[in-house]
Structures are given as structure tokens and as C-alpha cells.
């Protein structure tokens, strides 16, 4: 049987913190965590700020999370949701009328989120450099990257190019150095990238 909201238990709640559900009370710690992982990076936050900005009990915490580690891949797997599938590849797709159409749409995606007063980058690359790539959260933003190649591939497999996996981390390198580009100051960087883009498409065309 499906629980009712009035039968969801609630937390007993320590002093100083509002007494909140179980479920909520995690995604409160995430959704705080993804505020500030996304725009200072993983070493620069610590748990007891998470804690604090969370309103909830250290207790609480690590009920959820056993360590900040844990913390920081659920906040990998909510960034790869809301920005790589619901902002990047969702907006590309509404965007483009043909396959061809959404791969150049991600810069257009990019030019709009470029000159964001909340720009923070794309995390999978500050954690990556930041941890390193033998580091299990490096690891993990390597495989959150190769994710997002995989939905241009898939894009350039439904456009009828050839050699899409080739394709797909040469556009990659495109969108990332747009990325690098703009937090530089560049706020013509997915113009640019666009139209070294069209070029890139031209020659992976299939004869």
C-alpha cells in the first residue's frame, strides 16, 4: 500500500532543527550541497557548513550520508539530471527541428546559460581537476562526461553521420573548451564553438 503523506513518519527533530521527513530531509542536504558544490567546488566545503546551510542535525546527516564523499555523488547524479539531460540535451531537442539541428541547438543551449548571472561551470570538469582522474569522484565525473557523449552520439547516429563515436569526442572537445572559455570571460564562446561545429558535421558526413 501506497503510505499517505500522513502516514510518512517524521523525524523526532533535535533541538535547533525543524522536525521534517525522512525523504525531505535528504533532499534538503542534496539540493543544499548541489548550491554550493556547483559553484565552489568539493575541498572548499565542509560537512559542517553542509549541515548548517541544510538546517538539519549532524545526526541526520550521516543517516543519509555516510560520508561527504556519498554526499558529493548523489550531487553528481542530480547534476547530470538538471543540467546534462533536462537543460543541455532536453533544450537542444526542443530546440532543433532535425538531429543535425539539436547538435548545433547545444550551443545556443550554451550561449543562453553562458551569460547566466549563476554561469558555474560545468562540475563534472571542476571535480575532475580538481580530485583527479584516480580519485573515485574524478573517476565518476569521467563517466558522468562520457555520459554526455553518449547523448551526442546518439544524436549523430539519429543524424546519419559516420564514425559517431569519433564524432562525438571531437564535438565534446568543443563543448568543453566553450565551457573553459566562458569562465574565462568569453561570452561569444558557444558562437564560436557553433561554428567550428557546422565545419565538424561537414566532415563527418556520410558519402
Request: proline content about 4%; glycine content about 6%; some cysteine.
Amino acid at each position: 500500500m501506497t503510505p499517505t503523506p500522513e502516514s510518512v513518519p517524521v523525524q523526532p527533530a533535535p533541538e535547533g532543527e525543524v522536525a521534517i521527513s525522512a525523504a525531505d530531509a535528504k533532499q534538503r542536504i542534496v539540493d543544499t550541497a548541489y548550491e554550493l558544490f556547483a559553484r565552489r567546488g568539493i575541498r572548499d566545503v565542509g560537512v559542517n557548513e553542509l549541515i548548517s546551510r541544510a538546517g538539519v542535525a549532524k545526526a541526520t546527516f550521516y543517516r543519509h550520508f555516510a560520508s561527504k564523499e556519498e554526499l558529493v555523488l548523489a550531487f553528481l547524479e542530480q547534476r547530470d539530471q538538471m543540467w546534462t539531460v533536462e537543460l543541455i540535451v532536453g533544450d537542444a531537442r526542443r530546440r532543433g527541428g532535425t538531429p543535425e539541428e539539436q547538435l548545433l541547438a547545444i550551443f545556443d543551449v550554451f550561449g543562453d546559460w553562458f551569460r547566466r548571472d549563476d554561469f558555474e561551470a560545468c562540475s563534472f570538469i571542476n571535480i575532475l581537476l580538481e580530485m583527479g582522474a584516480q580519485h573515485p569522484l574524478g573517476r565518476a565525473s569521467i563517466d558522468y562526461l562520457a555520459r554526455i557523449r553518449g547523448h551526442v552520439q546518439q544524436l549523430a547516429e539519429e543524424a546519419g553521420l559516420r564514425d559517431t563515436e569519433d564524432f562525438s569526442r571531437s564535438w565534446h572537445i568543443l563543448m568543453k573548451g566553450s565551457i573553459i572559455s566562458a569562465t574565462e570571460g568569453d561570452t561569444e564562446a558557444a558562437k564560436r564553438a557553433q561554428a567550428m561545429a557546422r565545419t565538424l558535421i561537414e566532415q563527418f558526413r556520410a558519402p
